[in-house]
């Protein structure tokens, strides 16, 4: 294919699909124009996909999450199908700058953090590696909220990316399912029937996912919700106008947004009927594709993988038993094993409050069948296992952990620590119970948007270092580490970091209107804000940097820019404490002439995927300092350990992993293990003990205390000081003088710019493992049993 072809696609969708001739053109019109101009060269390996998949009569994976964290398509798609120089050509030819037309594209933000965008780097490796398989969840019509801030408070807004017509979608009017909720179970000749109350409609709308190099694809595939009468004319007529489309809108509300909750459960009842809706309209359309290829439904388990993406998809344990019993008539017992031979379940958290848990009476009044299948599954299990201590019902709960696991005939965790403590602590009981079913995953990320698109810089020199293969086979990165001994290689992997935090920088100046010196090192935190993930820990170590830069300001310093990016569940008041404090100090430090030259702090608003893209490549240091124990897996750790970013961080989720393999002479410890925070809790007052020990914690907590970042309001971070002196269950008083150690650790090493980037380019050069390529094809071998419909890319000819 040639650029002029892509070219007069381009215009030909310019003039017939919207309407506009190129003197009149917005970036919009052009962005849209070429977007569906790539999306024609999706179309033929999309349908020989589908058709192979058909062919081989196979088995598919269903990968059910309610998150699919996907952010912008239009570079993704040029990437993957190698039109990065055509289209570039096609836009400048057309009077338009490149980054400013993929720019032009909303950000579909349609999950809250890590378990959103590892599906979607799934969905990546899936197509890349010719797994035949769908991802089903919701069309939200308001992704997660946009954040602003007013004085260093966060506020958000809604998001609105379906203003503009999403472009890579294809809406499926035809494949509609009705979901039915509430009601009553009858007895019917000693068969139970649900008698629900209400339905709402499921609408399909598809999204090709395309592999590299265009050889796979698979879809997406997202339910709206819509009334089963959607207009009430009668009430029209009356004058009832609102009341007319009243029916429209609350089917509606069912996708109408994302849960902004990556904490607890918000224990509501929309949330559930969210679960459910996109769970059974799945369902209900895996057995519809399932049934139009085989008769017998006892062999659902060789056709048919369900990932379950945490527990939200919970649900479908139980309605699977019901679709293969109530509905199919196939006598329970035999309906659960069929079920559990389909159904995976990954769990992406430990923490008890964050584990899915409905009580009875909801679930009663919203899925009333649902709840007798959900208790004779208990009931089997308990008969199965009579001295077992784990229940799915327990204190007028549903615990859908509990329901999840024994539903599912593989559980895993996200990485090797993690599913060591899934085993010890959240599941220990059934652990015991059914001991090969727990497994481990660990998560990984797709290079090609990670590196190939987000970081063309690396991208071109790792190409012209060790060919092309290794986009595809990321474990070729290892090729890469006899070349940190030659001197070309690494002036020329400076080159590519300094180009990338130059372009930072002069974003940062366009945008934020904050000036930063890219020779400064550019220190990282870029995450959900959570006491766990200890942004206050950061902070307060900044300050204590400040205080100590001031007390001697011709000391030997190392110039830093702490960079923090990322929203807080807009009912978690702590953390938007946290948020306005690292406004706050960032308002006060870079203010201060003294410093001004070492240290500074920014903060942009609206941290998001096409942000982190932005953000990842540029950075010098990685922080990943959660608490011990409390981080499942990261995948930030891996995307800057690949961009070459070494670690500051914990032995916490795949840190752990992260450090194996790039080396602990490449990556800066500190901290307790998960089991010495497990005994330093224990231990009466160790927050004030270690405040006590640390005269820099004390004077950085008093100064926030006392106002200094405050105007003198020792009111405004009360609740995040009183928690850290008495309190603190994230031990960061514990670790804070250990990663103070660390941090100065890191500002020696980073005044030897040659050592820093040989550093930095071994985390590249072996970071290779964790690729979501090398994620997927252990689901596929210990998981899903299913085996890829192409031949590895890596067997092709090179390019
Ligand atoms: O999942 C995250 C974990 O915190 C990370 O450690 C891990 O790397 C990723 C991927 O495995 N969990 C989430 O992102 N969780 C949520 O976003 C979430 C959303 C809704 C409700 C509960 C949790």
Redesign the pocket.
Known sequence: MTHADLRSDTLRHLEFSLGKDLPHAHVYDVRMALSLAVRDRIITPWFASTRAAYAARGKRVYYLS??FLIGRLLEDAIVNLGLMDEARAVCESCGFDFATVLANEPDAAL??????R?AACFLDSMSTLGCPGHGYGIRYEHGLFQQRFEDGVQIEEPEEWLRQKHAWEFERPEVMYGIAFGGHVRDHDGRRVWEPDEQVLAKAHDTPVIGWRGRWANTLRLWGAEAVHGFDLAAFNRGDYMGATAPEALARTISRVL?P???SDAGKELRLRQEYFFTAASLRDILRRFCGEHEDLAALPRHVAIQLN?T?PAIAGPELIRLLHDEHGMDFDTAEDTARGCLGYTN??LMPE?LERWPEWLMDRVLPRHLEIIGRIDEGHARAHPHRNAHILSDGNVNMGELSFIMAHKVNG?SALHTDLVKDTVFAELHRLHPDRIVNQT?GVTPRRWIVAANPALRKLVGDTIGPRWVSDLERLSELEPHVDDAGFMDAYAAAKRTNKEALARWLRETQGVTVNPAAMFDIQIK?IHEYKRQHMNILETIALWNAIREDPNGEWTPRVKIFGGKAAPGYVLAKEIIHLINDVGRVINADPVTRDWLQVVYPPNYNVTMAERLIPAADLSEQISTAGK?????GNMKFAMNGAPTIGTLD??NVEIRERVGAENFFLFGMTAPEVVARRTVEGHAAQAIDASPRLAQALEQVASGVFSDGDTDRYRGVVDNLRHHDFFVVCSDFDGYWDAQRRVDAAFRDPAGWMRMAALNTARSGWFSSDRTIRGYMAEVWDIAPLIAPASDLAAE
């Open positions: 309610m998150e999950g809250n953090g890590g378990l959103g590892l849960y909750d990556d904490t945490d939200h992406h958290t964050a996200v998560n959900r981080e499942a897996s990261g995948t989720g795949a």
